[in-house]
C-alpha cells in the first residue's frame, strides 16, 4: 500500500469533515479527477466551504470556495458536519457553544446547496435557523432512549444551558421556551442520510454513562427548506458500541 501524508492550509482555518464530490460537472470545471468537500468552522458557512482536489496530474490542491447565503449572510457559524441527499449537500451547525458556553443560537441552523452550482460562480447556500427547535427535539428524544445519558455536573449546566436561558430571557428571545433546566447541551460533530432521507446526528456530546458515542435520528431535514415543511422531528437514538476503551468517555 502506498500511503502520502497532504498538508492543506484553507483560508487559515479548521475543516470539520470531509464529504466525496459527486458532481461530475464540478470535477470537470476543476479539472479533478476526484475530491472532498470540506467545512471550516470559524466563521459563517457562506464563508467556510472548501473543496480538496486531485488534478487529473495528480496533483492535490484546495479551493476556497465562494458562496452566498443572501439574508443569512453573516448569521451562522461553526459548521461541523456535510452530508449528501438527492443532489443538495447539508451543512449541519454544532448547536453548542464556545467551550465554556453558553449555547450559541447562530450555531443551530442546517444549510444546503447543489454541487452542480458550485461548478461556476458564485454558490448560493440555502440556510435555516432553527432556534433550538432541533436542541429541544434530540433532548426529547433522549429522554425516551433505552439508554442512560451522562449526565452534565452543575457547572456545565448552568454555563451552557442557565446562561443561554438568562440571556435569552434578558433579551426577550421567544426561542428561550425550547430549553429547559434539565436539557443536555448538544455538540453535533457528524451526520449521514439514511436511504429513507432520514438524518443520524452523531454527537459528540452528550454520550452515555458507559462513555459510548450516541446517534439520534432526525426526520424532515429536507422539509425545512420547502414553503410550509415544518420543522426536524427527532426518532430513535442509538449507542455505537464496542468502540470505547473502559473507564474512557468517546464521542463522535
Not at 455536573?153 to 425550547?178: D, L, N, P, Y
Request: glycine letters at 10%.
Amino acid at each position: 500500500m502506498n500511503l502520502r501524508l497532504l498538508e492543506f492550509v484553507v483560508a487559515g482555518n479548521e475543516a470539520s469533515d470531509l464529504l466525496p464530490v459527486r458532481s461530475r460537472s464540478l470535477l470537470r470545471a476543476h479539472d479533478a479527477v476526484r475530491g472532498f468537500w470540506t467545512v471550516l468552522d470559524e466563521g459563517p458557512v457562506e464563508h467556510c466551504l472548501a473543496l480538496l482536489l486531485e488534478r487529473t496530474d495528480g496533483e492535490w490542491v484546495a479551493h476556497h470556495v465562494r458562496a452566498d447565503a443572501g439574508v443569512e449572510n453573516g448569521r451562522t457559524e461553526d459548521g461541523e458536519a456535510l452530508a449528501a441527499h438527492d443532489g443538495w449537500v447539508y451543512v449541519f451547525g454544532s448547536h453548542f457553544g464556545s467551550k465554556a458556553g453558553p449555547l450559541r443560537p447562530r450555531r443551530a441552523f442546517v444549510a444546503r446547496f447543489r454541487e452542480d452550482d458550485a461548478a461556476t460562480g458564485t454558490l448560493p447556500v440555502q440556510v435555516v435557523r432553527n432556534r433550538f427547535r432541533v436542541h429541544r427535539a434530540v433532548n426529547d428524544a433522549l429522554v425516551k432512549a433505552a439508554f442512560t445519558p451522562l449526565p452534565p455536573g452543575e457547572r456545565v449546566r448552568q454555563r451552557f444551558i442557565g446562561e443561554t436561558v438568562s440571556r435569552g430571557t434578558a433579551r426577550a428571545k421567544s426561542w428561550v421556551r425550547r430549553l429547559a433546566d434539565d436539557d443536555l447541551p448538544l455538540n453535533v460533530e457528524a451526520a449521514a442520510f439514511t436511504p429513507e432521507g432520514t438524518v443520524l446526528l452523531g454527537l459528540r456530546f452528550p454520550v452515555t454513562v458507559d462513555g459510548e458515542p450516541v446517534l439520534v435520528e432526525l426526520a424532515g431535514v429536507p422539509e425545512m427548506f420547502t414553503p410550509g415543511g415544518g420543522w426536524p422531528r427527532a426518532g430513535r437514538a442509538y449507542v455505537l458500541t464496542g468502540v470505547t476503551p473502559p473507564g474512557a468517555l468517546v464521542g463522535f
